[in-house]
């Protein structure tokens, strides 16, 4: 089978890096093209600051870096485009592109809370992935995929699996999310020894409020978004990857909880990239880790390659008539968290279609 | 006016050495004697690993450590000391001393809960000195006085105005503690770089726990415990001193607040330490920052000499008819939290007697 | 064919964590013990920190701890033993194990400059395993290979290939070393936040005296020595893992040198354990680095999985009559400066005898 | 008596900072302004991120940021003006000043090798401040001083009681250099955490040329370079202050050398600063520790209140007929190796107009 010939936007930065690394020896996709501004002309290998663990892989190493233009890329054959483009000039090329024809599976921000938009978190919302077949409207001709914001699509994938089992009253969330999640050069390093910040700048608005449409239901073909209370602050401490957050959730049914419980209910979460067995869909999409001093950044944030959330420090307080578990839960930010989550919003598209579920 | 002759126990640690700093120059208080076990018969200038900030006051130098027995204490004048024990001998070498008519003012755990001992934070909760009158039915003829767990005296040093001007239903907070909280050799390397822990042993019980003593009232001669409900997460994150605390905060009262308020509320609190203008008492107990990225540990933590707290992130959510506040504060561990704490609390005793208050 | 079935002594550490990392998979060694004090008698799984990237391999989870024993690690068929044992104990252990027929790869201190005992860092000195010949005089019925110190290990396999081409005069180098090589507790956090070590015990006479029996020559199945003289200052920077050296080497031969003769000697040496395709053999033993920045540690360390050095920043300085050489050159310490290189030396031992060149 | 009225030039960076701290109190001179380009119009307490322990002087808060131009200087009283400016600026900014009379005292790396500038590092070479004799010719009202490279500040301190005791042949030098040298936002955080940098562009250069001019003799109103051979290689590490710099020295004079003696030639180095009571000359310019783990940057940066050196790891080696000696020294960046050191220049030089040596 001829491999779907893909194209990489924004290649140089951690996210494009992750999506190449991410798609080197996918089954069925194959990049051909990078794109990028001031590095257009350069060979990929000259070009990119490659800052993750393991080298480029060597078929990257020689693509020349082209400018993100449909008849650029058309010419090389490319179907498929994975974006890791600053929100700043996300829109417009996504758009250009998807009206070409191409196919864009996006981390970028731009459009996430669009009705016919699918914001997709594999496990948590694959079905919302239909909604693409309102975007015919808009007169295009691809198709758009957005996937969440990193802390966004780490807390939903946990949150899910208790919201079906409990129900969910309130949530109150602190981050400790890591430096590559401001991207190679956002952050000092004067501000990251000896020192944290206790501020990500737009970071609180996107949970408390992407999570509503990712959780929220299908219904006649359109979101309705779940008026989920989330409450966030969201803080930068010294980690490379791997964004720790602290969760109190108040749960909906006020009978007694087990712990055993909670743990089951997580632990076995399967849903449909598992049974699919899509190719960058985890075995175990969450872990729960029993050892008091788990989760930890740099131990646990490659569990699943990257792909797994792991959660530790179960906790359930009954207070009062109020039933609250606690939880401190960790995932990679830029493969879960970007573009893994991008490449796996691509694969339940494929799934759909070939399984006639989108026309 | 000749001043008190001090001691420092354990005065190599982390701790000890803030004691040695804060107590240079003070205004009644005079150190003649250091206490230490494997360094005794050591100049302290040799014997210490000096690792805070300046120099070692030279007074301090060429003191001889002893050991923290009564006999050798009252040959040298001592009158008071300051405990930075661990606590794992704090209780029997302390007791000794407080029998032998000595003044403990001690930052070790054992004993903070007992009913006789009071558990000063010195803005919070200065009335309770007054506990010291009940320690003579124990056959001391000293006293004890203790200041609490770090955390918890950031935290209820927040606390403290808010209970009074508008009522707390409840309190989650997610702390983020500097290593220097774990003593000078407490915490491997391997876990502080590119890392996290998300557990300290013990610190979540003390925050829950000790806070209803500290914000407990005082009714004929007694501490009645304030059931302040109280959900704690430890994580410790590399940042060599000033703990962060995230706090969420469901307020009782629920009418509109107004975040102007809180900010004057908390800005304008000062008590008993402030208007009996004691040594170590900071200017402002609390001061609050509108920045949006702060307060941070590095460039915070010296506030006030160390002993004030920096709030910054306020922000208040009605959600249906709840009223909750989220802050985000840092103190200084080791002085705020600790050697500070103790000294302060000591000093609030000597004006109690001073004022006849005790007899 | 069968595979020969070994035993990690000590693999609980960061070293026996990378025994057995590295041995997932091999060829033709297979784990089947794993000996550790404290942990004796517990599953590995759970005995161990397992702190570096990627899980532990299944298999060794359920391994069952025992104690270093010969009986205890013959009942289990065990013929080889690779030793991550603390120096304070391992030459007791590994000598009673080599006594009782087994064969040990060690990376324990002791016995390493013993005239009988070769010393190897494979592509280096593989010649020198046949001093094993001599050790049935000890009365050895198995045989003992120790692998050099971490960085000696990397500092004399970037030193022979310009050693056979130029000569060297003198080398004056000083180490930036990872925190992994003082052990998963060796180090206080409190040390490595904000600030280096300027001293590393033992690690200066190690690299300055290690070297000259590396590099020495076989002569009549005995070593030179040879006096290259070398002087080093180590320190311990907050690195992970990845040991960084600065080297200025005086050239022997003062013929005017060019930079790119330098490079081209380096990056195409290759060695016997190259020729021979052993399996833990990297592909390129040095890899030249033409960027001012690198190596870094975090992005070069898993070169040639680990057991690569990467070398920058190379400089030809010709003053007055002297030719110097400035490089900075980066090996993984816990890989090719230990588990990685003592694998190595028992691959080149079997091969050995493999060719018949040890009886 | 009226304090000298000085401006701040660049006030809001890192060095600016460091300015205003040290001339806090200082007994004659004051800052009445202080200059920026897109903070200009603002408050100084507004506008500048305080990133240094303790809290801006309260002076400073409320001066209103200014261009750095003559007359708006002029009219606030301004004579004498420290300059902070990155250097693509510097040149321009601070020529147009002294020509209309003000005397700079720069950090800024423009015209530091003119032959008529005096690149003043203190103690080393105060003499040289008489250059400003010359600039009169430039057609020059004010006068221009410059301060040296940081690394190159520490160096030379380091090694001019040494070449006046014994001689030197050569040095060579590696730098581990701290965050701050890089400025507030040079550095980007994700090549500071569990990494290093091992390369700082022009930093080598610097301290192999200025070193030259700095240890050069005066001879008829005009600097002799001294053609020392220093070679240097530059990293940078996870620090936030403290440069530490890893020195091997081949001394010149090849009799034995005694260990003792070098202690007591640097110990006892004292200079014109001293002699002649300056305000910012520190009491003992270079202090040596003789422990192995000394100097460590967190802990003996602020040494003599940032402008002594720190040195100890001290050894000699004899090898064949030469003699080289081994140190490791620490020195503050941003006060020894910038500001506090062009607060010297201009102390010496009013020092030498007070004494009629300049007229």
Redesign the interface.
């Known amino acids: 089978m001829d491999k779907i010939r893909a194209a990489v936007l924004g290649g140089t930065g951690?996210v494009g890096q992750r999506f190449i690394q991410l798609l080197d020896n996918h089954p069925y996709i194959e990049v051909v093209a990078i794109t990028g501004f001031n590095s257009a002309g350069s060979r990929y290998g000259e070009a990119v600051s490659?800052?993750i663990?393991?080298?480029i892989p060597s078929w990257a190493t020689d693509i020349i870096i082209t400018r993100p233009e449909p008849d650029v890329l058309k010419k090389e054959g490319v179907e498929l485009a994975f974006s890791a483009l600053p929100s700043s000039v996300a829109l417009d090329i996504e758009v250009n592109l998807v009206k070409n024809g191409i196919i864009v599976a996006s981390n970028a921000s731009p459009l996430r809370m669009e009705p016919d938009i699918p914001l997709l978190n594999g496990e948590v919302n694959h079905d919302h992935v239909v909604l693409v077949r309102e975007q015919a409207k808009r007169g295009w001709k691809g198709v758009l995929l957005k996937n969440p914001n990193c802390s966004t699509a780490i807390l939903t994938l946990f949150l899910k699996p208790l919201l079906d089992a409990y129900g969910i009253d309130?949530v109150?969330v602190?981050t400790?999310q890591a430096?590559?999640g401001?991207g190679?050069?956002?952050?000092?390093?004067?501000?990251?020894?000896?020192?944290?910040?206790?501020?990500i700048?737009k970071e609180e608005w996107k949970i408390e409020n992407e999570s509503k449409k990712i959780l929220g239901k299908l219904n006649n073909g359109k979101i309705e978004n779940l008026e989920i209370?989330i409450?966030s602050?969201t803080?930068r401490?010294?980690?490379?990857d791997g964004h720790?957050e602290?969760v109190?959730i108040k749960l909906a049914n006020n009978h007694d909880h087990d712990i055993d419980d909670v743990v089951d209910t997580l632990s076995s979460y399967k849903s449909f990239p598992q049974e699919a067995n899509l190719p960058t869909a985890p075995e175990a999409p969450i872990i729960v880790r029993k050892e008091?001093?788990?989760?930890?950044?740099?131990?646990d944030r490659?569990?699943g390659n990257g792909m797994s959330i792991v959660v530790?420090?179960l906790k359930i307080?009954n207070?009062n008539s109020d039933i609250?578990l606690?939880a401190?839960i960790l995932g990679h930010n830029t493969i879960r968290g970007a573009a893994g989550a991008a490449i796996l919003a691509y694969e339940i598209y494929k799934k759909y279609i070939d399984m006639g579920l989108i026309g």
Chains 1, 2, 3, 4 share one sequence.
Not at 184 to 199: H, K, T
Not at 237 to 240: A, D, G, H, L
Not at 292 to 299: M, V
């Open positions: 951690l490659w800052t663990e393991g080298d309130k109150l602190t400790l430096i590559s401001a190679l050069r956002g952050l000092p390093a004067m501000f990251m020894v000896d020192n944290l910040i206790p501020y700048a209370d409450t602050t803080t401490v010294p980690v490379i720790t602290v109190y008091e001093d788990r989760p930890q950044p740099r131990l490659l569990a530790g420090r307080y207070k609250w606690r401190v």
